[in-house]
Structures are given as C-alpha cells and as structure tokens.
C-alpha cells in the first residue's frame, strides 16, 4: 500500500497521542522516535509519524531534523505531509512552530497550509484567529505564564506573521466560513493563494469542524 500519511511531532507525547488517534480511527500507524535510520515502514501501514525533540530545541536544529524527517516520509512514499504541533502553540515570538512550517512548505513546494491547533475534546479551540483555552484566551491561562514557551498573544496571526518571513503571508478562514463546510473552505483556500496568502489560520470550534477542515485539506 505505502505510507498515505506522514506526520512530524515536535515532542514524543503529542506524536503518541496523534499514532494513537489515528490508529483507533482506523488508520494503523507506526511511529518512530527521531529520524528514522535504515528503517522501512511495514507494507500494510499507511500512516508514520515521526516523534521529535524539537518544540524548544534551538531553531536551527528544530529545521534541519524537521526537514529530515519529511524527507525521510518522502522517501517511503508519504502522500501527505502532516506538522504536529501542541493544541497551546506553544512556540516563542521567534518560533519554532512558524520556521519549520514555512521550511516544510517550501520543502513540499506547497503554495498554501493550514494552521489549526483546535482540539475541541481537550477544550482548545480557535475562532476569529484566536486560540482559547477553555473560555481563556491562550495568553490568560497559565500557558502566559510557561517557563520556556510563554504565550503572550493569542492571536495566530499576529503570532505566525512574527516568526515567517513575510508577515502579510498568513490569513483568516473564519467561523462563518468553516460553519458552511468543506467546500466553503476549499474554496476560501483558493482565494487566499490567490492573494499570496501561504498560511492560513483557520477557525474551528468542534470536532466536524475539524472534519470538514479535513476534506477540505485531502489535496493539499
């Protein structure tokens, strides 16, 4: 069959969770911590994700073992590439989240992606570009307040447009798109290319909202 989806972790604990999520959703999938050496998936696995350290190791070293990894799942026959990254962004003013996105895309040659840290199930969800936690703004709860990665500005576009190289890069798709489903939003994806818009930051509040945002990824 060959690997339909390749995912990147920026910590072990997210990457299991998301091998985990995808397996019980019926996808089997193997993981790998760091950067695969002399390894080939199992023929019947569509899905590996490969943990990483890289949520606060220095920037260069959290791009140059991200890129390793895509380029590892393109040789295995990844369909998709997929960047995990913590429900709280949890990143800095100058990244890591924004670098590697941005050195993925233009690995991949990706005219636009999406950012969406939305997990509904653990009360993380993103509207009007902002990321609250729980009815907290990220930046009022006690992510404000995290020793390494202090998140001072919960709002997505301010945050990614401060670590990319081109601020006006990144984009809204709001609630009142994504509430009309996933042609609505493949459509608003088209329009902001159109624009030079690269990142879009997308609303979701509930887990179809998150589907949708899905079917309407399945190309990109």
Known sequence: ??????????????????????????????????????????????AAVVALKTRTAPLNTAVSQSIAACQWLLSQGAGQIFFKYCSTF???????????AEALA????????????????NARTVYQGHLFVGDQLLNESGMGHHPLTPMKDANLLRLMGSQVRTPGSVGL?????????????????????????????????????????????RDL
Not at 1 to 16: E, H, N, R
Not at 91 to 98: A, L
């Open 90 to 100: 949890d990143s800095t003013e100058t990244g890591n989240i924004g670098p590697v």
């Open 106 to 121: 233009d690995l991949l040659d990706a005219d636009i992606t999406i950012v969406c840290p939305a997990f509904p199930t």
């Open 1 to 46: 069959m060959g690997l339909i989806l390749g995912a990147i972790g920026d910590d072990i604990t997210g990457s299991t969770d998301l091998a985990l999520m995808l397996s019980n959703a019926g996808m089997p999938t193997v993981q790998y911590m760091g950067v695969p050496v002399g390894a080939t998936p199992p023929e019947d696995t569509p």
């Open 173 to 217: 798709i709001p609630f009142e798109v994504v509430s009309q489903g996933a042609d609505a939003i493949r459509y608003a994806l088209g329009d902001l290319t159109q624009t030079g818009i690269r990142f879009a930051v997308v609303d979701a509040l509930t887990d179809q909202h998150l589907k949708s945002i899905g079917t309407a990824c």
